[in-house]
Every structure is written in C-alpha cells, then in structure tokens.
Nanobody, 121 residues
C-alpha cells in the first residue's frame, strides 16, 4: 500500500557530510510524521530525528547541532542532512513514515529498506 525508497548513504571521512532522502508513495491519504532511525552492528535500533506533520522536530542528543531533518510535503519526502559526521555515526539508517492509508482512519508505520552510512578515514 505504501512504499518507501531511501537513498544517499555511503562512505565519508570524519567531519564530512551526507544527505539521506526517503520518498513515500502509494495509497497515502495523510502523512502524520516522518523520522529517521539507525542501527549499528550489535546495537539496538535508535531514534535519530523526527518531524511531525506540523513541522516540529526532535533529535537524539548525540546528533543535535549536526543533523537536520526536513520534509517536502509535495513530494512526500523526508531528508536527513548529516554534517560533522563521526565514526560513531556509522550505522544502517532507516526512514519511518506514519501514514493514514486511503480508505482507513488509523495511521500505520512504514519503514524503508535501510541505507548504509560509514564514517571512516
């Protein structure tokens, strides 16, 4: 019903930048919020950043001041601009979108396939 396509991951040196994108498509009536999570090897998945339908943002303490989440409502796309990257930012990054599917009333969460971000010299 809803598909998410992520892009933008890769290998970057410490201090570098990357921009992740996640585009949602399908039977979307309304998007209530979008977010990014990450999972490093041997660790649990953790929240990175969220943006609500009204534009309110929240960030994990570890990325505040370095990462910026934004959205393009016309394109149903969420972005994560990552600056001043550190080796500890290395992880698989997943986007999550809370969608009210056309014909329903209850929002459901949909996840992207994940994109690898590696910060290394």
């Amino acid at each position: 019903q809803v598909q998410l396509v992520e892009s933008g991951g890769g290998l970057v040196q410490p201090g570098g930048s990357l921009r992740l994108s996640c585009a949602a498509s399908g039977s979307i009536f309304r998007i209530n919020g979008m977010g990014w999570y990450r999972q490093a090897p041997g660790k649990q998945r953790e929240l990175v950043a969220l943006i609500s339908r009204g534009g309110t943002t929240n960030y994990a303490d570890s990325v505040k001041g370095r990462f910026t989440i934004s959205e393009d409502n016309a394109k149903n796309t969420v972005y994560l601009q990552m600056n001043s990257l550190k080796p500890e930012d290395t992880a698989v990054y997943f986007c999550c979108v809370w969608v009210v599917v056309t014909g329903t009333r209850i929002p459901s969460d949909y996840w992207g396939q994940g994109t690898q971000v590696t910060v290394s010299s």
